[in-house]
């Protein structure tokens, strides 16, 4: 369902934080992000990724992260790794991070009793957390009996109780919303990757959420008979607010034909298959791609034969075991990077492949397309999302991908 409201001109104003616009329709509406300024680090961002998808974390990228090696010195107003929105949970605003990666809405718990978990100390809370507090919110109902827990590839974990709440995102409020509280989480999540996000709001299937005994439907699949379409779209930008749209496809925010795909979700993943890829102005090369479309990933994770295949086009590039994966000098023309769906070839822009400086001069970049360390599927991530406008469709359920206006 394609709608174009006249007065969402406005949204280009806000950029100094994040919006929720209310439409005139309550099953319509749009969430305005905000790219919350952090410092961009190559090999931290590949071990998340990695380890999000229970992955076996190489040595040299373990000693990378554990060593410091992979620390960058950069402005924040040059780097946009976390993008957030604000959402109303009993009452409460946390700004979370849309996850099209995870079935989960995990936020940070508040206690009364003092250091009951590292991430959430006074100094964490100082720099811009906002934490969660039960006891605050008159419809907040705790599921007795209920768990949860995620452990990664890379050894971190969290865990904790369960609940329900009114949860408001923009236009649209679900009463009864299942919200997962972490009461333990591991030593990783304060790092300076995870502190800037108050949780994640997962958008991929229901079907392997991790609350037991029972699984819990997540926002989207709550609040789908609701909306005029059952269909989101994110268009995130580089180095500026992207918006996600609930309900309908903005057709200002795209041009030409829609690429649609099928999407196999009984994975859980918003997952769909390319026949072949392209390096720069190269032709195109067969081969089956499985990949799922991953909000929740900053960079674009695949086979070790397309990571060589890429990279043997930069110059300069190599493998550099102090970092843990490709580098180039920053100075170096990154080309870009093509897949198929159904014909139609999906490219994403070189620029957007030269991903963070590794030194204080800005000498040699971390590259954005890394090894999937034979995972068997390709991940893509933000990078895919600055270069395209794409379409969640649950309905069908299918994918989308469109050139931005």
Known sequence: MHIYPAFLVTLGTFTATCFAIPLERRDIFTIIQTAIPVLRNGPASFVKALGKYGTHIPP????????????????????DVEYLCPVSIG????????????????????????????IFSPTTQSQGNSVYNPSQSSTFR???????????GDGSYASGDVGTDMVSIGGASVAGQAVELATTVSDQFSSPQSINS?????????????VRPVKQKTFFDNVKPSLAAQVFTADLKRGTPGSYDFGFIDSRKYTGAIAYTPVDSSQGFW??????????????????????????????????????????????????SNQGGY???????????????????????????????????????????????GLGLTIFGDILFKSKFVIFDGAVPRLGFANKS
Request: glycine share 12%.
């Open 198 to 210: 108050d949780g994640l709001l997962g958008l991929r299937f229901s079907n392997i959420n991790t």
């Open 327 to 373: 580098v180039a000098p920053c100075r170096s023309a990154f080309p870009s990077f093509s897949f198929l769906v159904g014909g139609t070839k999906i490219t994403i822009a070189g620029v957007l492949i030269n991903f963070a400086p590794i030194d204080s001069v800005n000498r040699s970049c971390f590259g954005g397309i890394q090894s999937n360390n």
């Open 60 to 79: 040299d990228l373990r000693s990378a992260v554990a060593g410091g090696s992979g620390t960058v010195t950069a402005t924040p107003e040059a780097n």
């Open 271 to 320: 997952q769909f298959t390319s026949s072949g890829y392209a390096i720069g102005t190269g032709s195109i090369r067969s081969l089956t791609i499985k990949g799922i479309a991953n909000t929740g990933t900053t960079l674009l994770l695949t086979e070790d034969s397309i990571v060589q295949a890429y990279y043997g086009q930069v110059s300069g590039a190599y493998y550099d």
């Open 91 to 118: 009452g409460q605003i946390l700004n979370l991070d849309f996850d099209t990666g995870s079935s989960d809405l995990q936020i940070v718990l508040f206690y009364q009793k003092r250091n009951s978990f590292r």
């Open 142 to 152: 705790r599921l007795n009996g209920y768990t949860w827990k995620i452990q990664y």
